[in-house]
């Protein structure tokens, strides 16, 4: 039997979330024993602490500071601090190695395959390495060390390209898409799904995310969902706030100021997004790896707002680039850009016609299928 270890690391939302569908995969479709574990946590709780908190707020506080670091952290200064930071925490994670003895590892941050690869190098550790790149666009600090990773999985042929010029060898890599929950792949009934949120079967829906914990942009975000009332009366909204309860507050006083109770409901939560994807038109949502790969899978265009610079704003430009997405920026009128994408009905056919061709419904399942093929 086969040993299994997951690393992720807490920073949003999208590494954990891929760690777990690979993990449930691999525990219902294969004879395997696996383990799950933040990476950050476990080489010291109170730099998880500190690490994370400052990511969060300074990913809401100060984006653009963020979006500096994120660039600057591919070379130069900052990317030597990073590395050289995970190789001293290496030595933590080489005593979870030993205990375990994992047969693989998994990664889903950039952070944990540096420490396998830098443990592999020095000859500490002997297991094979599979990293998960969990974007639409690359960045440097995943391809430290990258001799010593056996598979990258990528989302995106444009990815496979840039980490073969890098000097990945080619065989390594693998365009799988982000792993997504089995759910995706599921067929549902869709009048049930329509009777559960009390919405009316013949009217469209749009699926609106608010930014989550973030709360990027929120004046920004209500202005964009009260467009969304005013200028489609026709279509029905299923607003998601996060836990944001600012946000939520004010999703909901919007409703009472347009009088839409009868088709726009407000929730800080929701364990059915596969299910409110399979009855929607269109996902407006700032394009996190996660929720962007989940909404292709479901063939869905996207209305992007509020993108964290970095990783996001090159998600953003990513499925600008393909048409699969309409980027609302911060200098856009939000009734002019919901017009315009509107008033052309074609324009949003393409659009989703063009998701299947990024689409990876079975993204999970061929990731898994790399990983077992290792010996």
Not at 130 to 151: K, M, R
Not at 341 to 361: C, I, Q, R, V
Request: hydrophobic share 35%; charged share 25%; with cysteine.
């Amino acid at each position: 039997m086969k040993k299994i270890l997951i690393f992720y690391a807490a920073y949003g939302g999208g590494h954990f979330s891929a760690a777990k569908a690979i993990k449930k995969y691999l525990d219902d479709n294969y004879n395997v024993e696996t383990e799950i574990v933040d990476c950050i946590k476990y080489v010291n709780k109170i730099l998880d602490r500190a690490t994370t908190g400052a990511y969060n707020q300074m990913a809401k506080s100060a984006p653009n500071l963020w979006g500096r670091i994120y660039d600057k952290s591919q070379k130069g200064i900052l990317a030597h601090i990073s590395s050289r930071a995970n190789k001293m925490m290496a030595v933590k994670i080489k005593n979870l190695i030993k205990e375990i003895n994992p047969d693989i590892v998994v990664s889903t941050h950039p952070f944990s395959s540096q420490m396998i690869s830098y443990l592999r190098r020095k000859g500490k550790i002997d297991c094979k390495l599979v990293t998960i790149l969990t974007d639409f666009a690359p960045h440097d600090q995943w391809l430290i060390g990258h001799e010593y990773t056996d598979a990258f999985c990528v989302s995106n042929t444009k990815m496979e390209k840039y980490l073969i010029q890098y000097g990945v060898d080619k065989e390594k890599v693998h365009t799988t898409g982000i792993p997504l929950s089995e759910k995706f792949s599921q067929k549902f009934n869709k009048s049930e799904i329509y009777k559960e949120f009390n919405l009316d079967e013949t009217k469209p829906v749009i699926l609106f995310f608010g930014g989550g914990e973030f709360g990027l942009g929120k004046d920004r975000t209500l202005q964009i969902l009260k467009s969304l009332i005013h200028n489609l009366p026709t279509y029905q909204i299923i607003a998601v706030s996060g836990r944001n309860k600012r946000m939520n507050l004010g999703f909901n006083n919007i409703v009472e100021e347009t009088n839409s109770k009868d088709r726009v409901r407000v929730f800080d939560y929701t364990t059915k997004v596969p299910e409110i994807m399979s009855i929607s038109t269109l996902v407006v949502t700032k394009p996190g790896g996660l929720t962007t790969s989940e909404s292709l899978a479901s063939g869905l265009p996207l209305l992007i707002i509020n993108p964290i610079p970095g990783q996001e704003e090159e998600n953003a430009e990513f499925l600008e680039s393909h048409n699969v997405g309409v980027w609302l920026k911060k200098k856009d009128n939000p009734d002019t850009v919901i017009q315009e994408l509107f008033n052309d009905k074609n324009k949003l056919e393409k659009m989703k016609e063009n998701t299947k061709l990024l689409a990876k419904k079975d993204s999970t399942k061929d990731i898994c299928r790399i990983i077992m093929s290792l010996d």
